[in-house]
């Protein structure tokens, strides 16, 4: 089955306490995203990777760590956690960064920094 | 840079009503235009993806449109039942753009 898989869904942790979240996709998709959804303001893009090995950053990338070793994952770092990254994050990958084709989502991951 | 309106922000029907869902989006150069379904808590599901040189796309009850010229799109949801309940939200890049503007959404209640 073609799916965006991320890990964890649920996590708490505390202020400064490295984490990371991992995202991989089976569909051999070239662009993957990141995007925190937080109420009253939507979905908004933290990074983006365009292939292996190629990443830049979104609207709200402050905080945040990505890489592109393998095309199937991207993984999200945070490196010292604080309690305003407490939100419910997505992994989207689509077939091309041309833009002309479909977004596919994991089903989100809720972090919780107390 | 794309800015995407999603109007209204919530909508009660009663079951077996027809509706429509409203997107407008300011940069008119887009590639395409995605409907998605988010239920409470869940991820998001894609529903329909309108390309830049199509007017409609259809998928079951769905029929999605699009005028790039007015720079809006309709969801049109018939016969509405009460698993249609969710948050519908739209999302378009803007010119060049390889990233997705989503709009808040609209959220959905159908009563049975």
């Known amino acids: 089955e073609a799916q965006v898989t991320q890990n964890p869904r649920y996590l708490i942790t505390v202020t400064g306490k490295k984490l990371t979240v991992t995202c991989s996709q089976n569909m051999n998709h070239e662009y993957m995203s990141w995007y925190r959804q937080d109420p009253g303001l939507g979905l908004r893009q933290i990074y983006y990777?365009?292939?292996?090995?190629?990443?830049d950053k979104g609207d709200v990338p402050e905080g945040y760590k990505v890489s592109r070793k393998e095309k199937r994952n991207f993984p999200l770092i945070l490196e010292s956690p604080s309690p305003n990254q407490t939100s419910l994050y997505f992994c989207?990958?689509?077939?091309?960064?041309?833009?002309?084709?479909?977004?596919?989502f994991g089903q989100g991951t809720r972090l919780t920094v107390v | 840079k794309q800015e995407v309106t999603q109007i209204p922000a919530a909508l009660s029907v009663p079951e077996g009503e027809n509706l429509v869902l409203n997107c407008s989006f300011t940069d008119s150069a887009i590639y395409n235009l995605q409907w998605f379904r988010q239920d409470p808590g869940k991820g998001l599901t894609s529903l329909l993806l309108i390309q830049s040189s199509q007017r409609e796309q259809t998928s079951g009850r769905l029929n999605a449109s699009l005028d790039k010229s007015s720079g809006r799109s309709t969801l049109y949801i018939a016969a509405s039942q009460p698993g249609d309940s969710a948050t519908y939200l739209c999302a378009a890049p803007g010119a060049g753009s390889y990233q997705l503007t989503f709009g808040k959404g609209t959220k959905l209640s159908v009563i049975p």
């Open positions: 989207a990958s689509s077939l091309s960064w041309r833009g002309h084709t479909e977004a596919f």
């Open positions: 990777s365009m292939n292996v090995e190629v990443t």
